[in-house]
């Protein structure tokens, strides 16, 4: 086992420099062939494009690597036995020198332990409906209790119990920003019925905000706590909560009778209501996670220029 931060990534870092982060279970699991590898390709563009490194973190062959070649991208989007990796999981995939995508909580992890603040992904996971029974509960609230990353997403995703969610957000001490509204958003749309915890309208705001976080550490501590961002899906590629809500209770019911639970559940339920939209729903994804991988870059801007 290794761990390996990517040349020009760890160039970056030593020199200050703005990165952002990447998660690649979008990569692995969150979208079908080809246009996972496509949408992998056009974020690190994207970062590029507004002044930041890219560093799409995975573990390849048991390696944690932090920034990824065009051929280990190309691994994960292509690849049929990719683990999908919270951090429970890293070990494992060390210990069996397999492929292993990370999801947000790994991804925070691991970007937290080279050094980097910043991440975007497309949503965070959170409670899940019918947790009473359940009591499925994703790790990336708590890694975003203890971890100094800023993430960037376009809300919880919509699957999940969104009040529940923001309730246990809180409960963690997790802030929770919502850039330029006051309503928080549910993934593929603009609008989730819950109004934002906070709300901040620049980058600048924001990386002034993370900063004073992270100082409110005690001193000669480690840096503890991260930030949820919410930047709402554009306008124009939404899917109104009112029209998908229907389509994500009918694959819960499916999930359900098929007997689906834990890490399984998401990637099973993107994948249906994808079907059951005629497409509209990866549509929707990539053009979110494309809108938070700018602002995650606009943010490490600022945060570097600090």
């Known amino acids: 086992m ?11 870092l030593a020199e200050s420099r703005p990165v952002v982060a990447l998660e690649s ?36 062959a048991g390696d944690y690597k932090v920034g990824l070649s065009a051929a280990e991208l190309f691994v994960l989007a292509t690849e049929k036995d990719v683990m999908k990796l ?3 999981d890293l070990p494992l995939a060390a210990a069996k020198r397999l492929h292993g995508a990370t999801t947000v909580a790994a991804t925070m992890r691991l970007a937290a332990r080279a050094g980097i603040r910043v991440f975007a992904t497309g949503g965070i996971g959170g409670v899940h409906r019918g947790v009473e029974t359940t009591l499925d509960v994703s ?48 993934f593929y749309s603009r609008e989730s019925g819950f109004a934002a915890p906070m709300r901040l309208d620049t980058p600048l705001e924001i990386a002034t905000f993370l900063k004073a976080r992270w100082e409110l550490s005690p001193p ?5 706590g991260g930030v949820s961002i919410a930047n709402p899906i554009p306008a124009g590629d939404e899917i109104p909560a009112a029209k998908i809500e229907g389509t994500i209770r ?16 998401t990637p099973f339920l993107l994948k249906r209501v994808n079907e059951v939209t005629a497409g509209a729903s990866l549509k929707a994804n990539i053009a979110l996670v ?10 490490a801007v600022a945060l570097a220029e600090r």
């Open 2 to 12: 290794a761990f390996e931060i990517a040349t020009e990534v760890q160039d970056a």
């Open 25 to 60: 279970t979008i990569i692995a699991h969150g979208m079908p062939h080809p246009q996972n590898l496509e949408t992998a390709q056009a974020l690190e563009q994207i970062i590029r494009d507004h002044g930041a490194v890219p560093a799409t973190i995975a573990v390849i």
């Open 86 to 88: 919270s951090v429970r």
């Open 139 to 186: 790790a990336d609230l708590t890694e975003l209790a203890e971890t100094p990353v800023a993430v960037v997403s376009a809300g919880a995703k919509s699957i999940l119990d969104i009040g529940r969610t923001l309730e246990m957000l809180e409960t963690l001490s997790v802030p929770v920003i919502a850039y330029k509204t006051d309503r928080f958003p549910a």
């Open 220 to 224: 000669g501590q480690p840096k503890r």
């Open 250 to 265: 009918a694959a819960l019911e499916e999930a359900a009778k098929q007997g689906i639970a834990g890490k399984e559940t």
């Open 290 to 299: 494309k809108n938070n991988a700018r602002l995650a870059a606009e943010i």
